[in-house]
């Protein structure tokens, strides 16, 4: 592999890498703000300027400048190398690139932070960016010094709405583009632009127009500054008291990778950042997906309900392992929810077949929704390939209703909370249990309803649209008596005496190994 | 009639020679802080005895390893806390020997004359509660006349008597106020005359000599195996001092001495730190005379010292200064480092251990007394009863720096 020297390390490069994309995937940081890896380069922030020497034999090319001499108290010339943008220069076998070691690079970058944070207003206390703001990084690693101008600075416009969920401050605005080549290229809605030059440039929103392609939220993504916020987030916390859990979202069917971001004190969840897969979402998600967080706090069950009315949670599966202890197998259904995890649904699909001895297993999940090509699906359950793997003869929502309405079941231990279609057929099932994280269907027709816990409340595995098994982390404790629903079947099958081979989330785990591989006919 | 005790052997008629345990402390008024003493007596004299020291824990080392290295200065304040500006000045230092960094001129000789100051402070209370152990109050309301000037000079300058929080890395809180050098000669001076009174009054007095010399004597060899360093270890006769020794801040720029004494008793340790004083008083002259009326007392690198609060509210430069070293802390670079001044008592060390971070790796005190405490058991053993209040006050221990 063909390789450049930066600061003395070897930097391996493939053939179309810039110097800052080949630095970045052997983890070498060289500072910048306009330039993002799922982006066009726009090389106008100047952050990343490096020094490249000569081929061997060349002269350098020399740029002369005047340079304040403190002793004779003027100006003298001098010569300086010219300095390239590192995310624009083209990485080549044997280039010798000086960064940090480059005293005319690093003077560059102090002179570039500088004239950013000229007109720069005093807005760290009341900015959402504070705490993961690029000038606050930078100002401390390549800068130093104290302001020098002693002018009033240029006032711009603050909280310009720039649509349903992004507010721009153009004055906290270093004009780095990143959310018009976002809108221009990945989201294909070519919205925002720049207008005036100068320090007086700011970005607009077409005329006529607002922010409200389905991915806005990742404009405030790119922003390295403080400058675009989103209202979702926007004086709810601080980000140095959050923490961050390896998450998956689960508002469709591809399965991006996040970030789920709380305070550890209150264990509320507060925003998802996208998380950087290649394979998956690259290093996007969609507004729906950013604001799902919303849904862990909303509308949720958190006590188990008998009869519609609150009781304890032990009384509460008391009577529904009494309901199923004598279940006739042949009435006795289960539903498995694309909305849950793969272990849940094993463990419940496992109480089926070992437990209830009922070969009746229905599947449900949200209603599609909308899609496009870029990253949303319609599916807006996040583990229907991971139901389908498990119980690929499971019948759809639609005969269960049908099943229901000609009175065919009697007993049925449903799992999640949305129907994809019109469930009041449900009501007739006599004795239906469910394990709802939501109000819906299930919850509103169910003698008895046990309270699971949410996808950020539990450690789960999805099955995306692409047939990846992807792992989602814990982040916050499960709200109420809430808990994760193999949990609740775990005690169901001890309430009802018929233990389950496994105790732990690991062995529940293991268990699993074999069940998939048997879906996918590797045994008999 | 006849005697009854006819038939008796005399030894029959002592009382049975039973050890009998005595337990003083850990919330006795004479065991200066919480320290308990657990003692054999076979009538008046100590056959055995443990020292315990646990009794006061409040976890300061790992209480460190939570905040930034800035929020360590009020803990190392509450470990001598009759000479804390000793200890804030220490740890400044362990910090910028990691850093690299050397504070200016003028900041040095200000922490020299606070940290002498705050040395008289303690060895005044040290001496005066001698003094006051074995009936003297008088010499005792003297000498804690003396700190109460040296704690009105610290509260002038810092704010606050005792727990100042005053080091900063990188320099002080403040520079020092218009009216320091006066007061500071004014203090240096009152208390002179104060241990010059002291001393006419105690060295003639047979009692208070009798009690004290060659009571609780140590053996050079011991105190060396001990680890103890500091006045009780010159008591010794070992002339062992970091400010001579491993001189630092300008301390080889000063004239002073190293006092010693010769039978490593409790009245060689009265002794030394009777000289001590009077050299402390001469080291706050001479860093007055040397510190300069203007000049920065911080370094000025922005990424270890808070910018002036105008700054901070009116450029965004300053803002984000302010904001990354309060919200982040100051970062001291990945490694470890051993960094030691003295104390009140001693050697003080400060073993840090940083990962790059802002936050405290590890952080380990090396506080003098836990040492010296740690040898009270052989000064006591075999000695009398009455001797152990003199012999313990003589050793200067301060709770708050035994604490594990």
Known sequence: ?524 | MEPIDQELDPAEIELPAEPMLLNVGPAHPAMHGTVRIVMELSGESIERCDVQVGYLHRGFEKMCERGTWTQVFPYVDRCNYVSPMLNNVGFALACEKMLGITVPERCQWYRMALGELARMSDHLTCDGAMAMELGAFTPFLWMIKGREMIWDLMEEETGARLTHSFGRVGGMAHPPTAGFKENAKAVTTHILGIIEEVERLLLGNRIFLDRLEGVGVVSAEDAISLGWTGPCLRACGVAYDVRKSHPYLRYDEVEFEVPVGQAGDSFDRFMVRIAELKQSASIVRQCIERMADTGPVNVTDPRVILPPKEEVYSTIEGTIQHFKIVMEGLKLPAGEVYAYSEGGNGEMGFYLVSDGSGTPYRLRIRPPCFYVTGGLERVITGAMMADVVPSFGSLNMIGGECDR
């Open chain 1, 1 to 524: 592999m063909p390789s450049f020297k930066l600061d003395d390390i070897d930097i391996p490069f493939e053939p179309g890498d810039t110097v800052i994309r080949a630095a970045q995937r052997v983890g070498v940081d060289i500072p910048h703000y306009c330039w993002h890896p799922g982006l066009s380069v726009a090389a106008n922030c100047r952050m990343c300027l490096v020094e490249i020497e000569p081929p061997p034999g060349r002269p350098a090319m020399m740029l002369d400048v005047l340079a304040w001499d403190a002793e004779k108290h003027e100006y003298v010339p001098q010569k300086k190398p010219k300095l390239q943008p590192a995310c624009q220069f083209a990485a080549a076998d044997g280039l010798v690139v000086k960064s940090q070691s480059s005293q005319h690079a690093t003077r560059a970058r102090s002179a570039v932070q500088e004239l950013l944070l000229l007109n720069h207003p005093v807005d760290c206390p009341i900015c959402d960016q504070a705490g993961e703001c690029r000038l606050q990084d930078y100002w401390l690693e390549h800068q130093h010094t104290k302001k020098r101008m002693k002018d009033e600075p240029v006032h711009k416009p603050k909280g310009v709405v720039f649509g349903p969920t992004i507010v721009y401050d153009a004055e906290r605005c270093i004009v780095c583009t990143r959310c018009v080549r976002f809108c221009d290229e990945v989201a294909k809605d070519p919205v925002l632009s720049v207008r005036e030059r100068g320090n007086l440039n700011e970005i607009v929103v077409s005329p006529g127009r607002k922010l409200d392609h389905p991915y806005t939220l990742m404009t405030e993504y790119v922003c390295p500054v403080g400058a675009l916020t989103a209202v979702d987030f926007r004086f709810k916390a601080r980000v140095w008291f959050l923490r961050s859990a390896r998450t998956v979202c689960v508002g469709c069917a591809t399965g991006c990778n996040s970030f789920t971001d709380f305070d550890p004190r209150t264990q509320e969840v507060y925003r998802y950042r996208p998380r950087e897969n290649k394979a998956v979402n690259q290093y996007w998600m969609c507004d729906e997906g950013m604001l799902d967080h919303r849904r862990i706090g909303q509308g949720r069950v958190l006590h188990a309900l008998v009869g519609g009315k609150p009781s304890q949670r032990d009384a509460a599966l008391a009577r529904a392992a009494d309901l199923f202890v004598s279940a006739p197998p042949e009435t006795t259904a289960v539903v498995l929810s694309a909305e849950h995890s793969l272990e849940d649904n094993f463990a419940l699909l496992e109480l089926a077949r070992d437990g209830l001895k009922t070969q009746n297993v229905y599947f449900t999940g949200r209603a599609p929704g909308q899609g496009d090509n870029v990253l949303r699906d319609a599916d807006k359950n996040p583990n229907t390939n991971g139901v389908k793997k498990l119980a690929p003869n499971a019948k759809p929502f639609a005969e269960l209703v049908k099943a229901a309405d000609e009175g065919k079941l009697t007993h049925v231990l449903a799992l999640g909370s949305q129907a994809p279609a019109d469930a009041t057929a449900l009501g007739k099932i006599k004795h239906l249990v469910a394990l709802a994280t939501h109000e819906g269907p299930f919850q509103a027709h169910a003698a008895i309803v046990l309270p699971a816990a949410s996808w950020a409340e539990a450690e789960g595995t999805f099955v995306n649209r692409q047939g990846t098994t992807q792992e989602s982390e814990r982040a916050v404790t499960p709200r109420g008596d809430s808990r994760p629903a193999f949990r609740w079947v775990h005690e169901l099958r001890l309430a009802l005496d018929r233990p389950p081979a496994w105790k732990k989330l690991g062995e529940l785990r293991a268990a699993m190994q074999p069940a998939s591989a048997a879906a996918t006919g590797a045994r008999p």
